[in-house]
């Protein structure tokens, strides 16, 4: 379990393709999220959650399977990219953000930045069949970060980002084009899905 605040930003450092539709990257963590490390611990990479195999100091070992290669943009990483980090969540611990699974459910670009001095907010093109659960003020993952929906309109949805979220994680480097796991609010797809389930049932009748 994850919360969506992301600790820090860690370097792709080395990646060993053993096949092709299996790899394992490893990834230079910042000193402050190397303590306490153990194999099988989990760690979000843009929000996936991925198992540590091996590590050495604060160089962590990684396997992706097919599956992660494809449905996230984990498959599209290159040495020196750097990806947001979130260590599994304690029990006791602070919940800044939401509760999240570090499972990705979609990948969307980036469609349009809007820059001030102070502000930004990004826009992103709303995958179709997610359409339901993407709702204003509502909550979404983009990147492992846990962000307040903006608006939704004609096919797109918008974060505001604030300087801390821009300093603290990769958005403050992305563009237009790069494209971004998406995890939805579960408890909001819960909901969406049990009241059409319901109405579904009750038109049957």
Known sequence: MFTGIVQGMGELIAINQKSDDFRSHT???PPHMAHDLQVGA??????CCLTITEFDGNHVAFDLMAETLA????GSLKIGDKVNLERAARFG???GGHVMSGHIIAQT???HIERS????????????HLQAYVLPK???GLDGCSLTIGEVANGQFNVHLIPETLNRTL????QVGDVINVEIDPQTQAIVDTVARVLAQHSAK
């Open 138 to 140: 509502g909550f979404v």
């Open 171 to 174: 958005f403050g480097s992305r």
């Open 27 to 29: 990834v230079a963590l």
């Open 93 to 95: 611990d602070e919940i």
């Open 42 to 47: 989990s760690i979000a990479h843009n929000g």
């Open 117 to 128: 001095q102070h502000n930004c907010t990004i826009w992103f093109r709303l995958p179709e």
């Open 71 to 74: 449905k996230t943009n984990l």
């Open 109 to 111: 670009p980036i469609t």
